[in-house]
């Protein structure tokens, strides 16, 4: 009978086994990529406590659960937490080189976001480094990410253009590749290439892109495996723009019908199709709906945890559709808010992914630097000499290089402050200075004789002041096509006299006194553009090659650009 016990215990156990390793299994799938990505954008809240959960009981490796939660914050427009937690991510697959493609993953993100907060700078860096490994490890749909993201950096920027060119570079790539799921992102690049085509007022390239969208929306429907939420969500975007450019280009009737397929759509329910339909809305005349809208977006936009240009599109909505109601102070108002943002979007953390990667790697170093000489240690007891020598050279060195760096730097901050004196003074000179009023010059200026140089110099004088007068009023320096016979037919000189002229009045010859006035310019965009980019500077100053810039910057101001822009920093901090 005890043996028959035993028995029944035995059996009881198998059986029970299955009902354990299914509840197991049961709880195991809640902590899976799949599951957590599956209701994320609908149960933001509850998609975050999976993830706290998964770290605590170390079901999903860091990196993954620091990828997903920024994946969740972005999704709910707080994008600087976003990036707090794909920064981790980052790191840590920086740090470990155990998965490059999570690391180029990762990178992408980091581009996006960065771009997201208007850091555009540390977008940019992020996106080339990406570039790199993307086309390391033959990873299109990254590169074309990265690239699209590079574009966007340019436009934002100013350099439209060449922004443009890289939206069409990264869009022929993808659609060239046929790469998986490639439908799903070049739809998305229609998308914002519309949206920054309607901005610059491209209608009918945008009306373009917006058909081609489209019709691959229609094409993807048909794949079974595409979300119904996230197609919906596109379709409405397309259609609600493309009404608002039928309606802008005269064609009401197309409007109208592109706004009837968008009103069958269930995005048009939800808080940012309402934002999407807002502008056509406006051109209708149908100011109070938009502000309605604009009120329920800028609610949800409020969650974020930062300020970008998304929300001054909000803005200047509400604008639009309170001027056309004539609530003038509520305008005002929302100017001021506009300036204010303005004037501190820029003002961004730049530098705590740097340190923060820095101190990590610096850990790492010091790590592998102790194990190495616990090593040596063991072999023979002189390695610990020869190693506090070479710490005492090193910090010799250490100290002789900060030293001389301090001495640049008090060097090149007192230099910028001498000649933001000269700029100063020369401020006060020009204003100072009378009017030129008579800007005509003789019919012609015949080479001048030995018998009257006293009188031909007060002449060449005189016609060099309304020359440098229009020169400097005109800008006409800033073009870097700027030549001799141009200006030599302004005045009406022959070349060896105008030569002359501009020697005994400005002691150099002519490409020293253009580009004088062109550095001039250049050291008064870093003054007051202190974002702007040393290739920027130098193309807007007129002098298109930066070995020239270089040459040229170094020879009136004794540093370079870099130098004289972060002692500029200094001084303003």
């Known amino acids: 009978m005890r043996h028959f016990y035993y028995l029944c215990f035995l059996l009881l156990g198998f059986l029970s086994l299955p009902v354990w390793a299914g509840e197991d299994n049961r709880a195991s799938e809640q902590y899976t990529r799949e599951y957590i990505m599956k209701d994320y954008m609908t149960k933001p809240d509850r998609t975050l406590q999976l ?12 990196n993954i659960v620091d990828e997903l939660r920024g994946v ?21 697959d920086s740090l470990f080189h155990n998965d490059p493609s999570h690391l180029l993953e990762m990178t992408v993100s980091m581009a996006e976001l960065s771009h997201l907060l208007s850091d555009y700078k ?6 080339v480094q990406g570039v790199e490994l993307a086309r390391e490890l033959k990873d299109i749909q990254s590169e074309c990410k990265l690239l699209f993201c590079m574009g966007e950096n340019k436009r934002m920027l100013t350099f439209k253009e060449e922004g443009y060119r890289l939206f069409d570079e990264a869009i022929d790539l993808l659609d060239n590749s046929k790469s998986k799921d490639y439908e799903t992102m070049l739809s998305y690049f229609y998308g914002v ?3 920054y085509l309607i901005a610059d007022k491209r209608l009918d390239d945008a009306i373009e892109i917006g058909l081609q969208r489209e019709k691959l929306l229609d094409k993807t429907s048909r794949q ?12 409405a975007y397309v259609y609600s723009k493309l009404a608002y450019l039928f309606h802008r280009t005269g064609d009401k009737e197309r409007a109208a019908a592109y706004y009837k397929k968008y009103q069958s759509t269930d995005a048009s ?30 609610k949800m936009m409020r969650q974020q945890d930062t300020l970008n240009n998304q929300y001054l599109s909000i803005l200047n909505l509400e604008i ?4 056309k109601l004539e609530n003038y102070k509520t305008v005002i108002n929302l100017q001021r808010v506009i300036a204010a943002i303005k004037d501190n979007i820029y003002q961004r953390e730049k530098q705590n992914a740097a340190l923060e990667l820095d101190t990590l790697y610096e850990v790492n170093e010091k790590e592998a630097r102790i194990s190495e000489q616990a090593f040596q240690l063991k072999i023979r007891t002189i390695t610990l000499i020869c190693i506090l020598s070479g710490a005492l050279l090193a910090l010799f060195f250490v100290w002789r290089l900060w030293h001389q760096n301090c001495v640049i730097r008090n060097k090149n901050k007192a230099l910028v402050k001498r000649i933001n004196e000269q700029f100063s003074m020369q401020d006060e000179m020009d204003r100072s200075q009378l009017d030129v009023k008579d800007l005509s010059f003789p019919e012609k200026v015949e080479d001048e004789s030995g018998d009257n140089e006293e009188q031909d110099k007060q002449m060449n004088k005189m016609i060099f002041e309304k020359l440098d007068y229009i020169i400097k009023r005109d800008k006409m320096y800033l073009s870097p096509d700027l030549s001799r016979e141009e200006l030599t037919k302004i005045v009406r000189m022959n070349n060896t006299r105008f030569a002359k002229m501009i020697k005994e009045n400005t002691d150099t010859n002519l490409s020293g006194y253009i580009n004088n006035l062109r550095l001039n310019y250049a050291i008064h965009l870093m003054k007051e553009q202190p974002d702007y980019t040393l290739r920027a500077i130098a193309e807007s100053s007129g002098i298109n090659s930066m070995p020239t810039f270089h040459q040229l910057f170094k020879g009136k101001t004794g540093m370079t650009p870099s130098e004289f822009k972060n002692a500029q920093k200094e001084i303003d901090s």
């Open 320 to 323: 639009l559709a309170n001027t």
């Open 122 to 127: 540390e977008s940019m860096r992020y996106a």
């Open 269 to 298: 329910a939800t808080v940012d199709g309402r934002f999407d339909i807002a502008p056509y809305l406006l051109a209708l005349g149908q100011y109070q709906t938009v502000l309605d809208n604009c009120l329920d977006f800028k």
């Open 72 to 92: 969740v914050y972005r999704n709910m427009y707080r994008n600087k937490s976003a990036l707090h937690y794909t920064r981790r991510a980052y790191v840590r």
């Open 51 to 62: 993830l706290d959960e998964a770290e605590a009981n170390s079901t999903m490796p860091l």
């Open 193 to 195: 290439k519309m949206g």
């Open 224 to 235: 079974a495996e595409v979300r119904a939420d996230i197609l919906d969500q596109q379709f």
